[in-house]
């Protein structure tokens, strides 16, 4: 029979599952009524388990708890799994997925955009939700629907700023002008030369640093797509280095940071100077990212073939470094103009 805990109002029901184990479980309810048939209901489900091997059913909660148990440790977004998880719950919860379908993922579209929630948030809590089920499927076995592919929003292409070589200068120059943040000006030149994620400058060790080789190691760890990859440094990018290098062996010898406070701390953020000397650049909606997008930029127009490109930034394919196409339309006039001589052979035998 359903009992309550102490510190609790909601009912409590104790039963044996089909492999024998003695399962503790909330029904969630401070109904005597509800929890007397979900008590009912659950231990129906065992009978049919053990007389004819029927699959139990799985709730949401099961299926959300099993897969961040299951990726704690080793997905670097677990952190963000388990915001998108809140959201999933607040539609979801004690939803049994043998009857999950597409017009629960409707009714999951609707009920976030009306909070005004961006197409782009809400392909990635499905992207979760989506995870975890082929996750339950593949790994724990579970007989359970994914009704989520297909079904995804379309997004607007993402957003692409850059800037000129020209007020790149400026900006340096507003950054050399920083007195609180002497490391913001090595910083930029070297993410508009290597294209490198604030992460991955923020947490460049010394260690991964080869001045003969000019190059740059990130591994797995280290990077969003979790593919390692080597990183070559041209002029403005080791001499960077090289002025952190007589930073760190006249304040910190000892740190492992490249981006390291005087006493050797880790640098975590470059905000605040990054923002101020912006300002003074005259530079609007600019942000630490962009200068990724601007070192791409760069790199296209100049006529740096795409997948190059992708190799450099660490995209996980070439279709997310074809944002940068449109920058360089004398590729796609050289392309059509092999038209016009066929064209003009025709006109000749003509």
Known sequence: MPYRRKDSDVWWTSY??????????????????????????????????????????????????????????????????????????????????????????RMYIEHRQEDGVKPATINRELTLLSSAINFARRELEWEIPNPVPGRKLREPEGRIRWITREEAQKLIKAAEMESQSPHLVDFIHLALNTGCRRGELLGLEWSRVDFQAKLIYLEAQHTKSQKRRSVPLNQAAFKALTHRQEFRSMHCPDSPWVFAHPNGQRLLSIRTGFETACKRAGLLDFHVHDMRHTCAAWLVTAGVPLPEVRDLLGHSTVRMTERYAHLAPENIRAAVAVLDRGHASVTLAG
């Open 16 to 105: 044996t599952d089909a492999s024998g184990k003695r399962i503790r479980r909330s029904t969630e309810t401070s109904s005597k009524r509800e929890a007397d048939a979900l008590e009912a209901k659950w231990k129906l489900e065992v009978f049919q388990q053990k007389q004819w091997d029927k699959e139990p059913e799985r709730t949401f909660d099961e299926l959300m708890l099993a897969y961040l148990k299951a990726t704690s440790e080793t997905k670097r977004s677990a952190w963000i799994d388990k915001i998108h998880t809140k959201h999933l719950y607040e539609v979801f919860m004690g939803r049994e997925m043998s009857t999950f379908g597409a017009k629960d993922i």
